[in-house]
């Protein structure tokens, strides 16, 4: 028997949320993870970064040699005097620790410690010698080549913020700081589902009228880049028993669930009622394409995305809203995301009152931005995001846009291959 449910056919859906709205929504449900725990440095990379850091130290710690050369005073260095008495050497690991007289200078190597009487090093090609004299035509300059304590980093300085995610070059710093362990939030459980019918397991033949399951394998790549622990939930079938006995079971164990597919008003589309019966329903409805059927709400403690069943609807979606629900999650400031102006290089249909994201192919020549779509947009295409370097985002009060107008790209990185183009 058929089901009776809420109109989703008419696209300019006046209950419809606008995207800010639902984000605002979902931001404003969900509050960051209190558990943190120490990890090991090189285990740090990617995670969330509990407490700020300080630094107990000067980086450098002491006063060193930025060249190979020669460590002297600028003072000593005058009409009359044009030469220097070399008495020692100071290699990085091995200072020079007897004081330094005047007229007198030390060897030093890169990264030696310059002694406290010097205030200058002159570069080791500048120099001539002859014994232990050493002599140079060039000028000299207080404070060259040498690189004083704190420069980089000063102690007490705070030099990674809560909420930061670790990259590599924070390691780097971390470890230039002498700091092995790192104080992180602990990882959340994200669990996922596909619903339907039709899908079939990749390692299974394919029969007409079926589709391969693939949802689930792009969710745990898009996955894979959060410090999160990943929760493979397999595939239910379109019946409201299956769909409630695995949602309360994926529910139980994880911080968020992603289901896709069966979010819209078909007659096999059941999520919306489960998470109805078992929770809680903020929203089902963004005016966004791809991705207009969207359910968020919750399950107990756990927060719910109900996405739609389209792949390209499933990254979009996933880009737009859970990226931000995780990053809420996870005690992480929001995404700053980059956005360019560039210039149509084809028209584009639209229709009013939603905003849309279209799979574009951003390029640059002599020194102007360009863009055009990346092939058919449907929301089953997904090798249109294959093919794209980013999204061009078209305003809910935009309608069909011309060739030559100006438009706002979302570019995905800043050194995809078609920037040469
Ligand atoms: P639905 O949202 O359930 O109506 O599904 C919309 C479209 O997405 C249909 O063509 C489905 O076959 C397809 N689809 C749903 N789930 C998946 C999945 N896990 N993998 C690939 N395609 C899917
Ligand atoms: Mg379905």
Same mark, same amino acid.
């Given at each position: ?5 809420d109109?989703c056919?008419n696209e300019f859906d006046p209950n419809a949320m606008s995207v800010e709205a639902a984000l605002e929504n979902i ?7 209190? !558990? ?91 120099? !001539? ?65 596909? !619903? ?45 028993? &299956? ?20 979010v819209s ?7 919306k ?8 329903v903020n929203f089902w409805k963004i005016a966004v394409k791809p991705g207009r059927p969207l359910a968020y709400g ?7 995305f109900g996405l739609p069943?389209?792949?390209?609807s499933v990254?979009v979606t996933f880009n737009l809203f859970v990226?931000a629900a ?27 009152g939603r905003k849309e994201y ?21 929301s089953?295409?997904?090798? &249109? ?11 809910e ?25």
């Open positions: 028997m058929k089901k009776m449910k109109n056919f931001l404003k449900s969900i509050s960051s993870i209190k !558990t943190s725990e120490y990890v090991d440095l090189k285990s740090a990379f990617g995670r969330i970064l509990s407490k700020n850091i300080k630094s107990k130290i000067n980086v450098p710690n002491y006063k060193n040699s930025a060249m190979d050369g020669y460590a002297v005073n600028v003072g000593d260095f005058n009409e009359k005097n044009k030469t220097y008495d070399c008495i020692g050497e100071s290699f990085a690991g091995n200072p020079f620790l007897k004081p330094v007289k005047k007229n007198q200078a030390i060897k030093v190597m890169t990264g030696g410690m310059v002694p406290s009487g010097c205030n200058a090093v002159i570069m080791k090609e500048l120099i !001539t010698q002859k014994g232990r004299v050493i002599s140079t035509k060039s000028r000299i300059i207080k404070d060259q080549n040498i690189r004083f304590p704190g420069e980089d980093i000063k102690k007490n300085e705070i030099v990674l913020k809560a909420g930061k995610e670790i990259d590599e070059i924070d390691i780097g710093i971390l470890a230039s700081l002498g700091i092995d362990r790192v104080f992180v939030k602990k990882k959340p459980k994200i669990g996922f589902v596909s !619903t339907g019918d039709e899908l079939v397991s990749i390692k299974k033949p394919i029969k007409i009228s079926q589709v391969y399951d693939s949802n689930r394998y792009l969710l745990h790549g898009l996955l894979k880049k959060y410090p999160v622990e990943i929760k493979d939930y397999g595939v239910v079938k379109d019946k409201i028993k &299956s769909i409630e006995k695995k949602f309360v079971e994926a529910s139980l164990n994880c911080d968020v669930l992603i289901t896709t597919g069966g008003v078909g007659d096999a589309d059941y999520v009622e489960v998470l109805e019966k078992l929770g809680k919750k399950i107990k403690k756990c927060i719910f069943g389209n792949p390209v990254v990226n995780l990053n809420k999650l996870m005690g992480k400031g929001q995404d700053h995301v980059l956005s360019l102006e560039a210039e149509l290089l084809m028209s584009i249909k639209k229709r009013k279209k799979r574009g192919i951003l390029l640059s020549k002599n020194n102007k931005l360009y863009v055009r779509k990346s092939g058919l947009q449907g089953n295409i997904l090798s &249109s995001v294959k093919d794209a370097n980013c999204y061009i985002e078209l305003g009060n935009m309608r069909e846009v011309p060739k030559g107008a100006k438009v706002k790209v979302l570019p995905f990185t800043l050194t995809s291959e078609h920037y040469e183009q």
